[in-house]
């Protein structure tokens, strides 16, 4: 029985010495590939900056270990989505949200021959998401244009105003701040000003946590929100 336990003590202590020795070898691999979370955080914010989103980085565990390799793999990942946007105008630095849905007057519009105003209103969605089609994300602006209208010949006269704000669903929303607005009266269809382009241009801030780290990033994105409204359709 003695010798028994002392076999067994021996086994023991043989599976503690090749466990000790492995614990030892594996710690040695993740000190020599690790990096401090700065500089891991440092290259994904330089991934991202090449379609002009600017990431800030909060809570960030100082017990977690990032690794080089980390790195690599989220470098890529990160390439691999921002690889499959179609909407970002490399000129402006933006995100072109257009929205093909258009107001037209209604038959409740004033039948004087005087001219009246009116406010045309369109929502536009805006989401980011990551690889896995994960929602970081979401906010529905509202874009509002005052206008006065010749109710004579339903022909626009003069854009008195346009604002955007956040309006109805917003997922992860910090804000929306509107930088600057360009509205046109245009000839549509053969018709004498009888349309409205607008382009508004504006920072979308939403804040998302990682379920896995705990690491609140942040995410300022600039949007062009376009689209068109008319006085008459035919």
């Known amino acids: 029985l003695v010798g028994s336990e002392m076999c067994i003590r021996d086994r023991f202590m043989a599976i503690a010495v090749c466990l000790a020795i492995s614990l030892s070898a594996y710690a040695a691999d993740m000190e020599e590939g ?18 002009n989103i600017r990431i800030q980085v909060e809570n960030i565990d100082p017990t977690f270990v990032y690794t080089e390799k980390m790195l690599e793999e989220e ?7 921002l690889s ?43 989401e ?18 005052d206008t006065t209208i010749d109710a004579q ?16 669903v917003g997922i992860n929303f910090e804000s ?8 046109s009266i245009i000839n549509f269809n053969g018709e004498q000003d009888n349309a409205i382009e607008y382009d508004v241009y504006g920072t979308l801030i939403v804040k998302y946590t990682e379920p896995t780290t705990g690491v609140t990033i942040t995410y300022t994105t600039d949007h062009t929100l376009s689209g ?5 359709q035919k």
């Not at 955080?41 to 379609?51: P, T």
């Not at 008195?160 to 109805?168: A, I, K």
């Not at 068109?228 to 008459?232: V, Y």
Request: glycine share 2%.
């Open 84 to 126: 499959l946007i179609e909407n970002y105008d490399e000129s402006t630095g933006r995100f072109v949200s257009y929205n093909s849905e258009v107001e037209t007057l209604d038959e409740a519009s004033p039948t004087s021959v005087m001219p009246y105003n009116k406010t045309f209103k369109s929502l536009h969605q805006i």
């Open 153 to 168: 010949y339903n022909r626009f006269m003069s854009v008195n105003s346009c604002t955007s704000r956040q309006y109805g």
């Open 128 to 145: 980011s998401r990551n690889r896995s089609n994960l929602l970081l994300g979401f906010a529905e602006i509202m874009v509002s244009i």
């Open 75 to 81: 470098v890529e990942k990160i390439r691999t989505d």
């Open 176 to 183: 929306w701040t509107q930088s600057d607005c360009d509205v």
């Open 228 to 232: 068109k409204f008319f006085a008459n």
């Open 34 to 51: 690790r990096i401090s979370a700065e500089k891991f955080y440092a290259e994904i914010a330089k991934e991202y900056s090449q379609y």
